[in-house]
């Protein structure tokens, strides 16, 4: 042996009891948030690009909380499908709208589980994006009122939490004023404060039938290249009174997730997005990878960056494999 000074990093993995002891980060069922879809109609419909997640009818939604409440998730965010798509994406407001009957259907079954709502246009109007469209623009300050509306048909039909996914300048500001003045000063706003213009929304876009009409939703989602705009981005958003912040998606902005944890105090929430899920589930389907230890390593890796709170379409399966004490 060469006599030599060096540390012994392998004494503290040196086993399971010690390994357990000394992590730093541990995943819990509480930490994880599962996006449903709602439809008009009853059944349920896979999505081919996400195999194992669904389109729910209001009777198998109502089956869907209650297994979800059995495993311990407390809360989800919920999508719409609508019937109805207009150029005031009329529905997105509408009191009987699906998202507003998916809500009372879920507090109906499961009067505790949070329900956040996504609000966005997109998926209520035919040219497929988050705000009004006038002459190939995507408008911002006109479309402000009717995210809000939106958002405020949410809370009255029972929502625990917004989430406005839209993008829009302002967005934060115009919910927050409408809600107070509606007399709902104590529900929170999740803002999908640093969400980018990314690839891997593909899956999610067919699930949600949602894909832009024309061009991209580059001008105004965020740019993958760049980490000091989603400072300013979530600045703006506590200013305007944002109570969660989001960063979005998940995988490819660990650093983004690490340097809003860092910089404010309010809790993060990263989104595991549809893209991330189905290229895992391909790759697990093939036999490449082991999905079960390959999600639970994600969704720890997630929370080691900083977030308090992970959206994951995995939110079930890593509840099952943390009941059984993986
Ligand atoms: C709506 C919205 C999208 C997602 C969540 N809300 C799609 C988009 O912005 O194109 C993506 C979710 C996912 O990919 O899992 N604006």
């Not at 999600?295 to 929370?303: A, D, I, M, S």
Request: net charge negative; proline share 4%.
């Amino acid at each position: 042996m060469i006599p030599i000074d060096f540390n012994r990093h392998r004494r503290l993995r040196s086993s399971a009891k010690l390994r357990k002891l000394v992590r730093e980060t541990t995943l819990q069922i509480e930490d994880l948030i599962y996006p449903l879809f709602a439809f008009h109609g009853t059944g349920k419909e896979e999505i081919s690009s996400m195999p194992g997640v669904y389109h729910f009818g209001l009777d198998e939604l109502r089956r869907e909380v209650q297994e979800l409440a059995e495993l311990g998730i407390s809360a989800v965010l919920l999508f719409g499908v609508p019937n109805h798509k207009d150029h005031l994406s009329s529905e997105a407001y509408h009191a009987e709208g699906i998202v507003q009957q998916a809500i009372r259907a879920i507090k109906q079954e499961v009067p505790d589980m949070v329900v956040i709502t996504d609000v966005c246009l997109c998926a209520y109007n035919p040219d497929g994006h988050c705000g009004i469209v006038k002459d190939g623009v995507i408008e911002n300050d006109s479309s402000l009122e009717l995210i809000a509306r939106t958002a405020l048909s949410h809370v009255q039909a029972g929502a625990d939490i917004v989430a406005p996914s839209d993008m829009m300048d302002g967005r934060i500001a115009a919910i927050r004023h409408v809600l107070d003045e509606a007399g709902y000063t104590q529900t929170p706003i999740m803002s999908y404060s640093v969400k980018y213009a990314s690839s891997f929304y593909g899956p999610f876009r067919d699930a949600a039938d949602s894909a832009p009409a024309f061009g991209d939703r580059k001008t105004y989602q965020m740019d993958p290249a760049n980490r000091l705009e989603a400072l300013r981005e979530a600045q703006s958003d506590q200013e305007e009174g944002a109570d969660f912040l989001m960063v979005k998606p998940a995988m490819a902005y660990m650093d983004v997730i690490r340097e809003l944890r860092d910089s404010f105090d309010l809790p993060i929430v990263s989104y595991n997005v549809s893209g991330e899920y189905s290229m895992i589930k391909a790759a697990s389907a093939n036999g490449w990878v082991d999905e079960e230890a390959i999600v639970l390593e994600l969704l720890t890796g997630l929370k080691r960056a900083g977030s308090d709170l992970i959206i994951t379409y995995f939110a079930k399966d890593a509840a099952r494999n943390l009941k059984q004490g993986r």
